[in-house]
């Protein structure tokens, strides 16, 4: 079939169709993407054969991408389909997908063959027929059932025959207890359902026989009535040899298609009961996928292919005889691809193929069409000519963009696929990031890259600092991709690239920049050392490097870090060990890390004695000698060598190592260990290496100076023997996907171009892979994807020579977007006065967008008692488990006025709120009153004063005020009580003890009781002295007089005591002191009328302290004062003189009176 007669030029391109053809790659930019023009492609379809189920809604799903954005519609049993006529029909959105309302309807009314169609202004793309049909699960039919009676040992049958459900029921036995009825190779059930009894024993007898058909679809189960089996034993069958009962006759046949299971089934009876074995006639049967179920009666063989087809055999055999079965096989096949259709990107005046083959059995007839009419219909192109499953396009134009569809179809199915010719006329475009500068060590290769687009694809040129004249020859390597690559750089490399890309429709140039570093050396590495316990060792490691990058030095000790002791010091080129012990010793590194290499040099440290004995002299030993390469092959070499010297410490191994003067020159590293008893070594070696080998020896003291090494040993290039590594997919955004891996080494690279092929597709939606390649990167972003759906993605190695082995498939998936819905019927249920419990509705699954996190409750108080702390405005947050549709609210206010709101969240962040709820706490007891203090003392009367609560929880309804006297521990009075109203804060308490230590509790009220009570003691002042108004006689001379013998009597009375003490004798005061246990007294205070206070802070509680509400107090029982007694008299003697003060709170008030000597005298009357 041809568009235009086959004239030479066709038939040139037929000729040599393989070799011209080059159809465009479009590079995945996002933005590239965006402005390109593009035929539909539909991306997501329902199955081909779709049950429905009769209880939800339709979905016919229809997804497509195109630029401009596809227009879709429908066709239903061949004929256009108008859902603006019908109102139970709606169309998503952006999307063909149908929706189909039959609630109130009956599903059967909306069974058909439908068809989506997605078109733009460049083509049109067809989805396959959909066949909808209804599932059905109907009743079983009714029946009389009559009981069995059979003899013992004879065969029999219970037939199910289930009801025709779409899709089939599945079918087992069971009794009226719901157990499955037993089975064995005696008794087993058939593919069709029916039990088998190959013969009948007593215990088989049983009125419960039950099958049940379960349709998988609608989650129905059906039973039938159960059946009654007697069996006699009045005359028993004899035994005797096997004959089938399925399959009836001598031979069958039997058809399978390719790729599904094939079931074959023996089933015999016979007393004693037969053995089934099977084989095959014509070959042998498969281990892998082949396997014997229900007590060997059935061959169950996986996935079939052609190799499956045959003649096979069932035999069944007991004791008295053997009987056979043949099964003849025939293997016939659906369509399936060999090579798919796919899209083909040109440019104008290009030349392209789209071909479509596909295997079956019989043959699959290959048909076209265009923008979904047949190809024989559709408008004539004289670029188009169409031979059995190929389309061959030639000096194409704009207007020859369509869709085409080949439709491969036998008597068992079809196969059909969209494939588009899309022709672009764009110039160039370079997509590398402008001024990028890339960094490369010196000898090491460097890779530019200039990633560009355009139709016609464009030539790549390179220029450096002028454009005088392009690049070209050594050291410079073109790659197809239009990357640029130095295999080593070397200084003079450095500079700024230019890289230019034309076609016919324009130009394009970016610039880039490369700089060359020095290497990074250690100059003077660490060396052996032998050093004595508790002496210093110090570690050089001088190193060489670029100007431009800052090295970071890290020491080593046996591959960890160093011990955390300050003995330990590290400088910017050495390290010092102080007072080194034996635990010491051990092998250091000297690690030096720039951002784009590192050196390592390591060395020994021995601790030895203080006084090593000299006996022996250790050294290391001397470098291997001759060298020599043998048995060359293309991945592996034979090294022999001539140890030297070991200097009395035998060689322990050598060590083998190698550069690698194509892409690390200058670089030593270790390649493999060797015991020192040997002199050859086989060495597994990579491709597309420039291998140079030395050989280093060990002995106790160190290694040796390494050999000369060996001559150059080239290996030929390779395809990647391996992928990348830790491959990794995961979304940033709600609408893309990062895969990153790990990128190979050079020395996994196995040969120049090393890329990796990025492939991924929709789990479970797509069957095609998309896939790009990229290069000296270790990561690609797919954009434009679903939100949070599985990706399956590989990644492939491949290069100059070939793909790396098939990757394994990991599965990531794309990024997750806010939750669009928030939870709803949000219920407050208040529990106390400070904890509420929350309910709410869980959000839909497909609302969350993601993975739901958790749920997140944001609650703050509106109203409170305690408006002057700002910190109770404060929103505070709950968090709760994704499994959790209630949560509890604790630590609230009483009293209090709230707002909460709940939101759903997910790794994205939190969705929209849920509707505000309010809800108001009780009342609580009030918290302590902020203050309680004395402020006035008298005689007999105390004032009280205090400050209402900080947080009184609810409204105060009044006080509680309680006091008791507390004069010692043992001396505690009667708990008095005196209730107060809400308005009081202080309180004067008249009618008190003089002289008297009182203990007061205040508390506060609300209707829900009383809070925790404030504690304060204060002391009612002593009688004060009454004095008449007298002139002042402090000057007088009778008064001075007066006071001098005073004085000097007091003097002599405390003589005399004194000698009366050390005789033992005694006086009536040392007689109270013995009585009240000796009180200590404080001397009298200058400006106070009384002595000072009784000390006594073991028992006095803190002024203000919080006690219990009751106010007991246990007092000692030596804490007894004179106070007790009343007014004290002077003795007779005159040995004692004053009074006893009773016990004063801090801060007592002083007198108002002035201190004077008559104030002073007036103490003493």
């Known amino acids: 079939m041809m568009d235009r007669p086959c004239d030479g030029r066709f038939t040139l391109l037929l000729m040599f169709l393989g070799p011209i053809i080059t159809a465009l790659e479009v590079p995945l930019d996002p933005k590239l993407l965006e402005e390109l023009p593009q035929p539909p492609t539909i991306i997501h379809q329902s199955p081909k054969d779709f ?131 037993p089975q064995s190779r005696r008794v087993s059930q058939g593919l069709n359902g029916d039990l088998y009894f190959s013969n009948v024993q007593r215990e088989d007898s049983r009125n419960d026989y039950i099958c049940y058909a379960r349709f998988p679809h609608t989650q129905t189960i059906q039973q039938k009535q159960p059946i009654s089996v007697r069996v006699l034993n009045n005359k028993p069958d004899e035994e005797r040899a096997p004959t089938f009962m399925v399959p009836t006759d001598s031979d069958s046949t039997k058809l399978v298609l390719r790729g599904q299971t094939l079931e074959m089934e023996c089933i015999a009876d016979g007393l004693p009961t037969p053995e089934i074995s099977w084989n095959k006639l014509s070959g042998e049967i498969s281990n892998v996928r082949s396997s014997f179920l229900n007590f060997h009666k059935t061959l169950r063989i996986k996935d079939v292919s052609e190799a499956d087809a045959g003649e096979y055999r069932c035999t069944a055999r007991n004791r008295h005889g053997t009987v056979h079965h043949n099964i003849r096989v025939t293997v016939k096949a659906a369509p399936y691809w060999i090579s798919a259709p796919r899209n083909l990107v040109l440019a104008p005046q290009d030349s392209g193929v789209i071909t479509c083959r596909a295997g079956g059995h019989p043959k699959p007839t290959i048909s076209w069409s265009m923008n979904g009419v047949p190809i024989e219909n559709a408008p004539q192109d004289l670029s188009r000519m169409v031979e059995d499953d190929t389309i061959m396009f030639s000096e194409v134009q704009t207007d020859s963009s369509a869709v085409y569809q080949c439709n491969a179809s036998n008597d068992y199915g079809y196969l059909l696929a969209n494939a588009f010719i899309n022709v672009l006329a764009e110039p160039p475009r370079v997509l590398t990031p402008p001024n990028k500068v890339y960094q490369v060590i010196m000898n090491r290769p460097a890779l530019l890259e200039c990633v560009s687009f355009g139709s016609p694809i464009p030539t790549i040129t390179w220029f450096k ?139 020994f440290l021995t601790v030895v004695e203080a006084t090593p004995t000299p006996s022996v002299i250790y050294e290391k030993p001397d470098a291997p000698t001759d060298l020599e390469l043998t048995d060359h092959d293309a991945r592996s070499v034979q090294l022999t060598w001539t140890p030297g010297d070991e200097h009395s410490s035998p060689i322990k191994k050598f060590l083998i190592q190698y550069e690698d003067g194509l892409h690390q020159g200058g670089v030593w590293h270790n390649l493999t260990e060797v015991p020192g008893t040997k002199t050859t070594a086989h060495l597994k070696l990579s491709p597309y290496i420039h291998y140079s080998f030395r050989v280093l020896a060990l002995n106790d003291v160190g290694f040796s100076r390494p050999s000369v090494s060996s001559r150059q040993y080239k290996t030929s290039p390779a395809a990647p023997d391996e992928n990348p590594a830790d491959v990794k997919a995961m979304g940033t955004e709600h609408n893309n996907l990062l895969i990153s891996w790990k990128p190979l080494t050079h020395l996994q690279s196995n040969g120049p171009g090393l890329q990796y092929k990025v492939m991924w597709r929709q789990q479970d939606v797509e069957t095609e892979w998309t896939s790009v390649t990229v290069a000296n990167v270790a990561k690609f972003l797919v954009s434009g994807t679903p939100t949070f759906v599985p990706y399956e993605v590989m990644v492939q190695a491949v290069n100059d020579y070939g793909d790396g082995p098939k990757p394994a498939v990991i599965i990531g998936y794309s990024g997750e977007d806010f939750p669009s819905a928030a939870p709803d019927n949000v219920q407050v249920q208040v529990l106390n006065s400070t904890l509420a419990e929350v309910q709410w509705t869980p959000v839909p699954p497909k609302s969350v967008r993601g993975r739901l996190r958790g749920y997140k409750i944001h609650y703050r108080c509106e109203r409170s008692p305690q408006r002057h702390h700002s910190h109770h405005c404060d929103q505070m947050t709950e968090i709760f488990n994704p499994n959790k549709t209630r949560g509890k609210l604790p630590n609230l206010h009483p009293y209090s006025a709230y707002s909460l709101y709940v939101t759903a969240f997910n790794g994205k962040g939190e969705g929209p709120v849920s509707s505000a709820h309010h809800f108001e706490t009780p009342e609580g007891v009030p918290g302590f009153p902020s203050f309680f203090r004395v402020v006035g003392s008298d005689f007999d009367s105390l004032t009280l004063e205090w400050g209402p609560p900080h947080h009184t929880n609810g409204r105060l309804t009044g006080y509680s005020l309680k006091y008791q006297t507390v004069n010692s521990s043992a001396d505690v009075g009667v708990l008095e009580e005196l209730e107060l109203s809400s308005n009081h804060s202080s309180v004067t308490l008249h009618n008190l003890k003089h002289s008297t230590r009182y203990k007061f509790y205040i508390s506060a009220k609300t209707q829900k009781g009383f809070g925790p009570a404030l504690t304060e003691e204060a002391l009612t002042i002593i009688q004060k002295a009454m004095v008449s108004p007298q002139v002042d006689i402090a000057t007088q001379g009778w008064f001075i007089g007066l006071m001098s013998a005073i004085a000097l009597l007091i003097l002599i009375l405390l003589i005399v005591c004194f000698i009366k003490r050390n005789k033992g004798g005694k006086y009536p005061v040392k007689e109270k002191e013995d009585a009240h246990g000796d009180p200590e007294i404080q001397p009298m205070k200058e400006d106070d009328l009384t002595f000072g206070e009784y000390s006594d802070e073991d028992h006095k509680p803190l002024k203000g302290s919080r006690t219990p509400s009751t106010g007991t ?19 007779e003697d005159g040995s004692f003189i004053g009074q006893y003060s009773g016990r004063s709170e801090r801060g007592t008030h002083e007198s108002s009176e002035p201190p004077s000597p008559v104030n002073a005298m007036n103490s003493f009357v």
């Open 465 to 603: 600092e002028s454009r005088s004249s392009t690049l070209e020859g050594d050291p410079y390597v073109f790659h197809l991709n239009g990357t640029l690559e130095i295999h080593a750089s070397q200084t003079q490399n450095s500079g700024k690239y230019t890289c230019v890309a034309r076609n016919s429709l324009g130009i394009s140039e970016n610039h880039v920049y490369l700089e060359v570093k020095e290497p990074t050396r250690i100059l003077r590495p660490p060396e052996y050392r032998v050093i004595q316990r508790n002496r210093n060792v110090v570690f050089e490691c001088k190193v060489k490097h670029d100007p431009s990058l800052v090295p970071v030095t890290i020491w080593m000790k046996d591959n960890g870090e160093l011990p955390d002791d300050d003995r330990f010091r590290v400088d910017s080129d050495r390290l010092t060990i102080t007072d080194v012990t034996e635990d010491d010793a051990g092998l250091y590194t000297c690690i030096i890390n720039t951002t784009l290499d590192e050196d390592s040099a390591s060395a």
């Open 51 to 181: 049950i429905i189920d009769p209880r939800d809604n339709v979905v016919i799903h229809c997804e497509a991408k195109g630029k401009p954005h596809p227009r879709f519609s429908w066709t239903r049993n061949g004929t256009h389909f108008d859902i603006d006529k019908d109102p139970k029909v709606t169309m998503k959105p952006h999307s063909g997908t149908l929706v189909i309302d039959i609630s109130g309807e009956k599903a059967d009314a909306y069974e058909g063959v439908y068809q989506c169609t997605a078109r733009n202004e460049l083509g049109t793309a067809v989805s396959n027929n959909i066949i909808i049909r209804q599932s059905r699960s109907p009743l079983w039919s009714k029946e009389k059932i009559h009981p069995i009676m059979a003899q013992e040992g004879q065969s029999l049958i219970l037939q199910c025959r289930p009801p025709a459900g779409l899709p089939p029921p599945i079918i087992f036995w069971m009794d009226n207890n719901f157990q499955r009825l």
């Open 1113 to 1131: 107090v246990k007092r000692d029982e030596s804490d007894e004062s004179l106070v007790d007694s009343g007014d004290t008299q002077f003795n």
